[in-house]
């Protein structure tokens, strides 16, 4: 084991599997050279050469249309976002193309792709390079979306994406690129797409979240551990395909359940999760289901104080938790 950062473990991931298999290349604004603007491709172009190391023109339209052509003729591109908030030109070729063609050719076509989106706030970003995008993804059939916390879940998962058949988009907090810290194993492993983890057992009530949201809600837990409150904390990992029955289980055990991320609240992953328990699980509920997530406006304030007040954290989760274990 060794101790990495995410976007070390990141890094990692893409240069085994460019290591391993040939037909996997890089492709997205200044990953060439310069190594991407959060240096997740450095030393890359030395290595493997600028056919494999593509630099392309500002141009999200064309990173992912000339990538799902690629994938076609047999080669698995990874292709960067280099913010989440300059997807929208590309997504046509993502929801309209990629998330279709597999169930529109009856399973003739595969695409082989991964695009890598760096996504959320609590970078003083401002309106453009703070944006959370999972939602119109993950309403998408066709699509996997993945968010890991972790750089053993971000190294393991990315590496699993990439052998995947189907198009992915992968989801990496930026803040947690370098804040976040973790042991992974040397040498070859993947983790399985779509299964979440309980990253904390509990007893008395779940919260539920992912990415950067993940380790606010682990802090909380810590805190009112020391009140007696035993708080299961569950990582989901994998967006779409959601892991149902992970998330029921650990609902069956509380009876109580939280929602965090920070993303908008309506029509967030936050909605379907808790439709699903209140189908599945309604009978094991001993309170309402409960979301704390991002307000309903348009994009992350730049303001210090703004930003604060827009996102969840560690006070606001304990708070959340608290009242649910109350009831």
Known sequence: MAVKSVIEAVREAMREEMQRDSRVFVMGEDVGRRGGVFLATQGFLDEFGESRVIDTPLAEAAII?????????????ISEIQFSD???PAANQLIGEAGRLC???????????VVRIPYGGGIRGGLFHSQNIEAYFFHTP????IAPSTPYDAKGLLKAAIRDDNPVIFLEHKKTYRLVRGEVPEGDFTVPIGKAEVKRPGRHVSVISYGLMLHYCLEAAQLLAGEGIEVEVVDLRTLKPLDRATVLESVQKTGRLLIVHEDNITGGVGAEVAA?????AFGY???PITRLCGPDV????YAATLEEAYLPNTAKIAAALRKLAAY
């Open 65 to 77: 249309g000339v990538a799902l052509g690629a994938a076609f003729r047999g080669l698995r591109p």
């Open 86 to 88: 300059f997807v929208w």
């Open 103 to 113: 169930y529109g050719s009856h399973g003739a076509l595969k695409v082989p792709l």
């Open 142 to 145: 066709g699509l996997k979306v």
């Open 276 to 280: 699903v328990v209140a189908d599945e």
């Open 285 to 287: 509920l001993d309170a």
């Open 298 to 301: 348009p994009t992350m304030p």
